[in-house]
């Protein structure tokens, strides 16, 4: 049984979900109405990933032994696809297996809710948020939250010991918004009306850095090793040209959501490739640079530059 949150992918397109909460959200972290058997019918195709589940089972584990008709199953997955923005002629998430079943295809990675590695100076990862009931959250400043991020506020702590030094030294933190895939395309020029979460990184980030949360199986190669683990939120530099094997953001040039690749440039031609290999390379010519990844935090975990 699944206790941590989760995140579900296949492609692009990638859903996180609380578990304990029985909340789905999208990749902008947008909340996704479920009713309560599209939820039940959802628990129980993650319970079984990649197994071909009978409208049998479904019959006892989701309407726990009620008669129903085939048409009131087919109906309830029709529903559960729609909520996942899922095609059954194309399906990203659930399979119909002919006269048979159904079975979940996407990939399946829970997230602890602890995660860390010794000998890392980290940082976490914060999540300060505006309440409307509320007002703007402030910091110790006094300054809302919105405030501190576009000032792009840094702060230095100067009394913290480094783990591998042995000594006391500063150590800069630079303070960043965690913004969506479809916003990175078009920052600076056009910025989010609210800028809800932060993160505090200690990257040598310049003005108008910002963070992402990694959602895509274009991170995984075809042995499901992960470059940057699904789930992990990524620094990123604007001020800054790539150089080979770097990961940057780019976004179509005719609009569009951006995405992550890798850079790689011989001579005058610049490919953009994804880590996973079934993915095609993408002609640089065709998409804008949104900034170089300079790296990315994963729970207390940190990891520097690529």
């Known amino acids: 049984m699944l206790e941590n949150d989760i995140w579900i992918s296949s492609g692009e397109c990638t859903y996180k979900i609380d578990m304990v909460a029985e909340g789905l959200y999208d990749k902008d972290n947008q909340y996704v109405p479920l009713t309560k058997l599209q939820w039940n019918l959802l ?142 395309a078009k920052w600076p020029k056009e910025k989010p009306a609210e800028l809800r979460q932060l993160v505090q990184v200690k990257f040598d980030i310049g003005s108008n850095g910002y963070a992402l949360q990694v959602w895509s199986e274009a991170m995984f190669d075809s042995y499901r090793r992960e470059s940057i683990p699904l789930g992990a939120t990524i620094a990123v530099d604007t001020t800054i040209q790539p150089s080979n094997g770097q990961f940057v953001i780019v976004a179509p040039k005719g609009g569009g959501e951006a995405i992550i690749r890798q850079y790689a440039k011989q001579g005058d031609r610049v490919s953009l490739c994804a880590f996973n290999q079934h993915y095609p390379v993408l002609n640089g010519a065709d998409y804008t640079i949104c900034g170089v990844v300079k790296g990315y935090i994963y729970g207390n975990y940190t990891e520097l530059a690529f």
């Open 43 to 184: 628990q129980h195709f993650l319970s079984k990933p990649h197994e071909m589940v009978r409208k049998d089972d479904l019959l006892q584990y989701v309407w726990h032994g009620k008669v129903v008709t085939d048409e009131a199953i087919s109906h309830a997955v029709r529903s559960l696809r729609s909520a996942l923005k899922d095609d059954a002629k194309s399906p990203l998430f659930i399979e119909t297996v002919h006269s048979r079943g159904y079975r979940f295809i996407a990939h399946i990675k829970e997230l602890s809710k602890t995660y860390s590695k010794a000998g890392n100076d980290e940082l976490p990862v914060t999540g300060s948020r505006e309440t409307p009931d509320k007002g703007p959250a402030e910091t110790k400043s006094g300054h809302t939250v919105k405030d501190e991020i576009c000032a792009q506020y840094s702060a230095v702590d100067s009394d913290r010991e480094h783990p591998a030094l042995g000594k006391t030294c500063a150590i800069s933190r630079k303070i960043l918004p965690i913004i969506s895939w479809s916003h990175a």
